[in-house]
């Protein structure tokens, strides 16, 4: 029996890798998107993976980071398909072990996630019981090249001595040389069609099941009205100008930061909030508790650490809520529970000071977003919205618990990744209008961008040429000092190439420093500076 060639044992290792990630997505339609392997296994990964490397995926691959790294991970673990493939054609058992081991990595993966069941071990172990077959059938199997020959390796007994005596070939005819070109397609095609059907039902199960979702019941919600509306946005704090940011932020426009490569589905009607760890009083409460509670609305401008300076991590949008103040109140934190770690169904956590969610400042448990229950990706049914704080230290989304402990004794999610425990938002400024490279035409040219020092607020924008003397942009005016607020400035621009710089000074009398600082731990410092050339 000839040995499978080292390129079609690879082939087969490779088909099976494919076989096992594609055909547990339908198994995930039952038991829940992140129960999948591929994205079970792409979850340790984002949890796992160093934050240079992180970063540097968020830079190279912007908002499709996470398609990014479910590719790259199907790609690695096809690679080590192909080496198992390899394996196998010596000795099987070595490449079923193998399939064995990674089919135990998505089981595991599947099930040391948060909220995760004995269910969800179920697409790794279907998915790797079919894969294991596909390398059984290809290397050992029915699917193996040359098996037609080694089928009928030796004429009959009858016709064998016929033969040897030169009288006869007794009508058997050997047909090797057909055969082996037969088994060779047949193994070609069986290749072919296992990688397609399990492309398509993989592409397939992964997109029912993460449909599989919560869009109808956040259809059905009806947000009670404000008790405390938010104030009246003031004429002119939209300068309306093209290319600038608008003064609130569509949903469908905000940026969207978090961990989570599916998006977490919660059930509102299940949804429970539990308030907890070093208080008197645990309190639970249900979504029709919490939505049966007196709400407040509030403009807040959100923002993330890892934007860059001119970055546009940043978003502002009218919140609906409870104010987190009054729940801690009736929870009663004891002396020392200095931090309030939001968790979110996915496990992912933050830490808050407590001090700052009891200051009086309109820190919300958000159920709107812009006058719509708010959107999945953004945390539906709920999630924190803090005033001055970045988002990783603040702004849970899809939260489920708040847990009173110390920050000595608790480490949010991205602090062991090298991110600052505290994370009060840095006074920045950012030029939308010009473009850097654009080449506005000579004469008065509006230059125009938004700046924000959440909680602060911004007392001063200043612009210069070329380096020359600051001037002072105008404000347009804002909600409060939880927003950011646009400016703008008419520059009398001459032809040839300039440098525009923004600097912004916050009403505690701090101006931006010129330093660059870059976004980890807590935040980028630096002038935005945009380069054009006037024609
Ligand atoms: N559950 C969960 N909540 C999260 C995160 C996350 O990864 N998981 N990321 C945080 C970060 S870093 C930011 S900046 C904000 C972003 O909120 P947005 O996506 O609604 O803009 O959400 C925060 N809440
Ligand atoms: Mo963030």
Redesign the pocket.
Known sequence: MSTLSRRRAALAGVVAAVVALGTAEPVAVLTGPRSAPLVAVGGLVVDGVPEPLKQFAIDVFGAYDKIALLVGTALLLAAFGALLGLAAARRLVVGLAGIAAFTMLGVAAALTRAGADAFDALPSLVGGGLGALTLWAFVAGPLRPGRGVAAQPTPPPAVAALAREGETSGGWEPVRHDDDAESRRRFLRGAGLLTGAATVAGLGGHWLAGRRGVSAAREAVTLPAPATPAPQVPAGADLSLPRLAPYVTPNRE???????LVVPQVDPATWRLRIHGRVRNPIELSFDDLLARPMVERYVT?A??SNEVGGD?I?NARWLGVPIKELLDEAGPVDGADQVVGR?V?G?T?GTPTSVLRDGRDALLAVGMNGEPLPI???FPVRMVVPGL???VS????LTELELTSFADFDAYWVPRGWSAQGPVKTQSRIDTPRPRSRPAAGTVTVAGVAWAQHRGIARVEVRVDGGAWQEATLAPAVSADTWVQWSWRWDATPGEHTLEVRATDTTGETQTEQRAPVAPDGATGWHTVRVTVA
């Open positions: 905000f940026y969207r930061i978090d961990t989570a959100l993330c650490v991590l978003g979110a996915d992912w933050c990706q953004h945390g970045y988002g990783y702004a849970c989304k899809w």
